[in-house]
């Protein structure tokens, strides 16, 4: 029999019913009158959710679609950039910037861990001229959020412009982009959005319009210029993803009204701690061991001595129908990685945690059955 899968990686993750009843809405015109309520509804949430009063660009790419439009934007060959990075996506960020000719000056920190600001102000004050300044709010690879406001504060002391992915973070991990002052500001439809992949978003600071009309990295199809002439009249450039985005009026809405953003933080933190709690209660080692760095939405978890991860993974997924993510980069084989974002509730953290008991079990580890399951049990019933 087919069996119902729980769908527990960083992205794509599950989509609710009824944001996927919409994709089935019938196809509009992109130039009239009914897209340009829809866009100008989108616009509304989706300002909310970046907590910014700028306009924001939707690609429909996946999120590095969004990341190199970011680059190209802001950049000219040449350009200083300071490269922030705490795992493979901080590193794809000063790949794209190194692609298009930028000086790219590496800031690299231990994989499990966040960039330590003092290293940062000193390699720019060892490099006077950096125009623009990388950093990823949550390094999916790892299971590490970074602390955007202290990066912002550096980011205006030596006038730079700040590019932050937050393609796993944004909706689910606080952002406050125009208060901490963020240049631009990058995210993606499959993450904690709860829409499918397909839809990639670029928050555009004053600033960094004023950027992109300087920048000459070649481009065509990413140009913000071409946006910020359509997007006033409730249009875009070039045909939009207009199935996506009538799902993300749906999802804006639930994440919006029905959850509530400030609550939709608090239920991811809660999320990340009961599956902290249960994996440890497991005998894991986690990656990121410092509890006031751990992201919400992605936990990295260690693989024990006796076990290999690769039979693990296949036994959670093919018996109890649970799909985990592995490691990225030079930690594949080393950890494996359990995705706590968008639609996923208590009962998926229960049931993973659940079927890695089991699976232990199969595999002759001695874990106590139940073990991992009560001490999430205990995180939820504490709230
Ligand atoms: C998923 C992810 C990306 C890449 O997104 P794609 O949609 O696969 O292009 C980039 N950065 C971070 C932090 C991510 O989690």
Request: glycine share 8%; proline share 4%.
């Amino acid at each position: 029999m087919r069996q119902k899968q729980i769908l527990m990686i960083p992205g794509p993750t599950p989509v609710p019913p009824s944001v996927l009843r919409e994709h089935s809405t019938p196809v509009i015109n992109h130039r009239g009158e009914e897209f340009a309520k829809l866009w100008g509804e989108i616009q509304e949430g989706l300002k909310n959710v970046f907590q910014t009063q700028n306009d924001i660009i939707i690609y429909p790419a996946s999120g590095t679609g969004a990341m190199e439009a970011a680059i190209v934007n802001t950049t000219s060959p040449g350009d200083k950039v300071l490269s922030i990075s705490i795992g493979a996506f901080g590193d794809r960020f000063a790949e794209i910037a190194k692609n298009f000719g930028a000086d790219v000056i590496k800031c690299n920190f231990e994989w499990g861990e966040t960039a330590d600001i003092s290293v940062v102000e000193k390699t720019l004050k060892e490099n006077p001229g950096i125009k623009v300044i990388l950093a990823t709010h949550n390094e999916t690879s790892t299971g590490v959020v970074q602390d955007i406001e202290k990066i912002a504060e550096l980011s205006k002391k030596y006038n730079c412009l700040l590019l932050v992915d937050a393609i796993s973070s944004l909706g689910a991990i606080d952002l406050k982009t125009d208060l901490w002052g963020v240049d631009i500001v990058v995210a993606g439809s499959q993450k904690a959005l709860m829409l499918p992949p397909g839809l990639s978003f670029v928050c555009v600071s004053q600033k960094a319009w004023d950027a992109s009309e300087k920048a000459t990295s070649p481009k065509y199809y990413w140009q913000f210029k071409l946006y910020k002439k359509w997007m006033p009249k409730g249009q875009t450039p070039y045909t939009p993803a207009l199935p996506q985005l009538y799902g993300l009026r749906e999802s804006l809405k639930i994440i919006l009204n029905e959850i509530g953003l400030e609550n939709n933080f608090k239920r991811h933190k809660i999320l990340a701690k009961a599956t902290r709690e249960g994996i440890k209660a497991l005998g894991f080692e986690l990656l990121c061991k410092d509890e006031n760095i751990a992201s919400p939405t992605v936990t990295s978890i260690i693989g024990k001595e006796n076990i290999e991860i690769k039979k693990l993974r296949k036994i959670l997924r093919e018996k109890y129908n649970i799909v985990t993510a592995g490691g990225q980069g030079k930690l594949e084989d080393k950890i494996f990685r359990i995705g706590h974002l968008g639609f996923v509730g208590t009962m998926d953290i229960i049931a993973t945690l659940s079927a890695l008991e089991m699976a232990l079990y199969e595999l002759g580890d001695k874990v106590e059955l139940g073990s991992g399951v009560k001490a999430a049990e205990e995180v939820f019933l504490q709230q």
